[in-house]
Nanobody, 114 residues
Framework: QVQLVESGGGVVQAGGSLRLSCAASRGSFRTGNIAWYRQAPGQQRELVASISNNGATHTRDFVKGRFSVSRDIAKNTVYLQMNNLKPEDTAVYYC????????WGQGTQVTVSS
């Protein structure tokens, strides 16, 4: 079974950037859209962005123009480029499938200070 592992989080000041990675622990991703989710303290997990098998991307309005999704097929890795970070972006970020979700990993913490 392929496990998705998130990395790349950290602590940044508002306006800074981070690039998160979502890697398949072994082999390649199964067929399906890969999605980034986040969960802020005391909040529900929410969808942030996704990328389809053909490379089409979608970003939620609250990150549009700041976040973008890309992939490196050879590396079996999906990225979330996060620019102009805001304090409200502070959350644990997870990757999973958009549908037919697998188990949730530990995620990677993103903290944006004012």
């Amino acid at each position: 079974q392929v496990q998705l592992v998130e990395s790349g989080g950290g602590v940044v000041q508002a306006g800074g950037s981070l690039r998160l990675s979502c890697a398949a622990s072994r082999g390649s991703f199964r067929t399906g859209n890969i999605a980034w989710y986040r969960q802020a303290p005391g909040q529900q997990r929410e969808l942030v962005a996704s990328i389809s098998n053909n490379g089409a991307t979608h970003t939620r309005d609250f990150v549009k123009g700041r976040f973008s999704v890309s992939r490196d097929i050879a590396k079996n890795t999906v990225y979330l480029q996060m620019n102009n970070l805001k304090p409200e972006d502070t959350a644990v970020y997870y990757c999973n499938y958009y549908t037919d979700l697998g188990p949730w990993g530990q995620g990677t913490q993103v903290t944006v200070s004012s």
